[in-house]
């Protein structure tokens, strides 16, 4: 079965220093992408960073890397430099052959 | 990435009553997906919307509550009939990515409906 595990309910991070939030996921399928989301306050779901099964490097977009970690198949998300709009709602998030699959997702707070 | 809008952003509905959620994408799409997020949950497919045929519900979900259409590459309709407190959730639309893209998802600015 298809599974997405973020074991962290609430992170929180001084202003401009660096936070990993987790995510572990669960598949039988050796093809697969993996998502990071983003949902502040008002409800909206911001794409971040995508990494494929097959890619061989991790991904990166800014502020943003994936820390892909196949073998453990874990996919952190590194924010680094935090600022205090990356306050929000995090959501890992995988698809196969199927649908798009969310973890149950981690509040980040950063502290001036 | 595409851009995509939801309409209405928000609403406060009576019990009873039915609301329809439109979606609109600035490019075509294959796909489109609803998705539904209850409060302090995470998000769950409704179901999957491609034009010219009748959408897809994953399991939980029926056409009689929330029926969609898909008119044309660009634009879907999510109703939610019927509505109840327990409908009370945020919907989102969804699509793929355009061209060599496709293997990314984004999302709308979501509709937040309560109903009352």
């Known amino acids: 079965a298809q599974k997405i595990t973020q074991t962290q309910p609430g992170m929180f991070v001084q202003e401009k220093e660096a936070v990993t939030l987790d995510c572990t996921y669960d598949t039988s399928d050796p093809s697969y992408g993996l998502f990071w989301y983003k949902q502040p306050s008002s409800g909206e779901m911001i794409f971040l960073i995508y990494?494929?099964?097959?890619?061989?490097q991790n991904a990166t977009e800014g502020r943003y890397s994936l820390n892909f970690q196949k073998a453990r198949k874990s996919a952190n998300l590194v924010i680094s430099a935090s600022q205090l709009g990356d306050s929000a709602m995090y959501f890992c998030?995988?698809?196969?052959?199927?649908?798009?699959?969310f973890g149950k997702g981690t509040k980040l707070s950063v502290k001036p | 990435s595409a851009v995509i809008s939801q309409k209405p952003s928000r609403d406060i509905c009576q019990r009873g009553t039915s609301l329809t959620i439109q979606c609109q994408v600035d490019s075509q799409v294959t796909m489109m997906f609803w998705y539904r997020q209850q409060p302090g949950q995470s998000l769950t497919l409704i179901a999957t919307a491609n034009q010219g045929s009748e959408a897809t519900y994953e399991s939980g979900f029926v056409i009689d509550k929330f029926p969609i259409s898909r008119p044309n590459l660009t634009f879907s309709t999510l109703t939610v009939s019927n509505m109840s407190p327990e409908d009370s959730s945020i919907y989102l639309c969804?699509?793929?990515?355009?061209?060599?893209?496709?293997?990314?998802?984004?999302f709308g600015p979501g509709t937040r409906l309560t109903v009352t």
């Open positions: 969804s699509v793929e990515g355009p061209g060599d893209r496709a293997f990314e998802q984004y």
């Open positions: 990494q494929g099964s097959y890619d061989q």
């Open positions: 998030a995988m698809r196969t052959r199927g649908n798009l699959i």
